[in-house]
């Protein structure tokens, strides 16, 4: 899989709603992950999104989640997203831009089997690197 770069939206309990209304916007395939399919079904996140993606059919990706309960979205409501299966390519990006830059989420193994990080790099954009095993 070739890396991709997309936007990250971060949302405060309306990412479901909003990821819908995008799906109706551009259309595509729409797949939405909640907290409680990753092990926090008795908590009050159990049904707000940690991960949603959509797809279109002229090629955009979009990329949104609700912020875990308590926490604001901080300065900024979004992320650039860099993803794919190329493990140097994607962690040479994440040393390039996480230099000189603050790191809120070390890149490594994370619950879902991906290797991840979150940077805000030295102009105060904030980053998510997210590298997959590679398939086939």
């Not at 395939?29 to 990753?38: A, K, P, Q, T, W």
């Not at 040393?95 to 290797?115: A, F, H, I, R």
Request: glycine share 14%; with cysteine.
């Amino acid at each position: 899989m070739a890396s991709r770069l997309n936007p990250y939206l971060t949302f405060t309990g309306e990412a479901r709603q909003a990821m819908e209304f995008y799906q109706q916007v551009f259309g595509g395939e729409l797949h939405l992950n909640s907290y409680g399919d990753f092990g926090q079904q008795d908590t009050p996140m159990a049904d707000k999104i940690m991960h949603g993606m959509l797809e279109t059919p002229g090629g955009f990706t979009l990329m949104g989640a609700d912020n875990p309960e308590g926490e604001q979205p901080g300065e900024h409501r979004y992320s650039v997203s860099l993803s794919g299966d190329d493990e140097s390519e994607l962690r040479g990006y994440w040393e390039k831009l996480s230099e000189g830059g603050q790191v809120s989420v070390p890149l490594e193994k994370q619950m879902w089997g991906d290797v991840f990080g979150m940077c805000t790099d030295r102009f105060g954009v904030p980053w998510m690197v997210n590298i997959s095993e590679r398939s086939g």
